[in-house]
């Protein structure tokens, strides 16, 4: 390509600093180094993560590209690149996998040590191919999907099937798979204590499957969940819930207006804790007969994420935090909620590995087996930025998808 080897200048929305708006600027982009990939983005949803770092509430360098929810085609690779090449479509991945470190080597593990948690905003080498007025300007989380060009390193991008329609499976890069991951991989746990050996269940799946299920840590069939927040990760969130085969989902929201969605997409009721009195867990626990066996938290605050620990059962239940949690905040609870047998953990990227993970869930949403364009309620030209951001605000969106 005619571009290959040289800077590219390009628009980018830029965020100089936090609490202010975004600046649509000519930026320059420079070649990918060895082992880098730069990309043409054509798709990039937006993502309440996005808007914790517009807020302060996660750190990051500044003036900063930030957007990590996309999909594109590689425009060139740098010198040592053998994953991909110019013309693939890809979906950039906060999440790395760089095949080599403990979390990547372990089946269990997808925490990849490359992952930039702290805010640091630069490629493996320690530099940012982004200038902006003669300045440096960051990366975020590894891919920097708000802007026409993008480098990221070869760990840190998934090739896709090229029949994969990008203004949809740009989805795929965040929040899809982080809730339908946490719920079909990472929701089912503590195997022996948990509800699988269930007679019902073995008398239905036979004993060989239900314990397959029990290993592979799905949500299991018949189960009751609860999924506090539904924006777009908690939407995908139940869809995983469904696929499980759980028989009863719980949707959590202030917001009623996402009430209709939660129900399309596989909760069978939705409840706002406006509406009680009672603390939500007691709530939940009347509804159900005292029978949650999962829960999610999906919002990213630390009162919901112990309201959501408290819902699920006080021995077998297992609560996911999927929200991402403040940066420098604790958590304070009563350890008794612990003592009794709960499990609590969390999930980053909906505990997939995400280069072998990202190509088949692509495949997967090809051969519909789960539906994108439920979570797709806006489409806005990519320097319409600002206004998919206030549709997050408002309530009104679930995901905006932003096309160059
Ligand atoms: P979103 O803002 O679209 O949805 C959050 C929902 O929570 C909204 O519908 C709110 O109305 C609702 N809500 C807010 N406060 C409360 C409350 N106190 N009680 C009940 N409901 C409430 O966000 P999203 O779906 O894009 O993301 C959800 C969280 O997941 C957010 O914290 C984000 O940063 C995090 C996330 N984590 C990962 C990961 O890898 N773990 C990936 C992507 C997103
Ligand atoms: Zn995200």
């Known amino acids: 390509m005619g571009t290959a080897g040289k800077v590219i200048k390009c628009k980018a929305a830029v965020l100089w600093e936090p609490n202010t708006p975004f600046s649509i600027e000519e930026i320059e982009v420079a070649p990918p180094k060895a082992k880098e990939v730069r990309i043409k983005i054509l798709a990039t949803g937006i993502c309440r993560t996005d808007d914790h770092v ?18 594109g085609v590689v425009e060139s690779i740098g010198d040592g690149v053998t994953t991909v090449k110019p013309g693939d479509k890809v979906i950039p991945l906060f999440l790395p996998q760089c095949r080599e470190c403990n979390a990547c080597l372990n089946p269990d593990g997808n925490l990849c040590i490359k992952i930039d948690l702290t805010g640091r905003g630069v490629l493996d080498d320690g530099t940012s191919r982004f200038t902006c007025k003669g300045k440096t300007v960051y990366n975020f989380a590894g891919t920097s999907t708000f802007t026409e060009y993008t480098v990221v390193d070869e760990f840190a991008v998934a090739k896709i099937d090229d029949a994969a329609p990008l203004e ?19 929701g089912k746990t503590n195997s022996l204590n948990s509800s699988p050996p269930c007679p019902d269940l073995v008398r239905q799946h ?22 506090f927040g539904l924006g777009g990760v908690g939407l995908s969130v139940i869809m995983g819930c469904k696929l499980a085969g759980a028989s ?3 949707g959590i929201d202030l917001n009623k207006g996402k009430f209709e969605k939660a129900m399309a997409v596989g909760a069978t009721e939705c ?48 609560s996911v935090v999927v929200g991402a949690p403040p940066s420098a905040k604790m958590l304070t609870c009563n350890p ?16 997939w590995k995400s280069r072998d993970d990202v190509p ?6 090809l051969a519909r087996k789960f539906d994108l364009d439920q979570l797709i309620t806006h489409s806005l030209p990519f320097t319409k930025i600002q206004e998919g951001f206030e549709l997050l605000y408002s309530g009104q969106s679930i995901r905006t998808v932003l096309t160059f």
């Open 336 to 351: 008794m909620l612990l003592f009794t047998g709960r499990t609590w953990k969390g999930c980053i990227f909906g505990g």
């Open 168 to 186: 949809k499976v740009c989805l795929i890069g965040c929040g899809f798979s982080t809730g339908y991951g946490a719920a079909i991989k990472t």
């Open 54 to 71: 517009i807020k302060g509430v996660m750190v990051s360098n500044f003036p900063v590209i930030m957007g990590h929810e996309g999909a």
């Open 271 to 318: 409840i706002s804790p406006k509406d009680f009195t009672k603390p939500i867990n007691e709530v939940l626990s009347e509804m159900t007969g005292n029978n949650v066996s999962f829960s999610f938290e999906v919002i990213g605050r630390l009162d919901t994420m112990v309201d959501a620990l408290a819902s699920c059962h006080m021995n077998y239940g297992t």
């Open 360 to 365: 088949k869930i692509v495949t997967d949403f």
């Open 248 to 250: 009863r989902i719980i």
């Open 206 to 227: 036979g004993w060989k499957r239900t314990w397959q299920m029990i290993n592979s840590r799905e949500v299991t069939p018949g189960s009751t969940c609860a999924v």
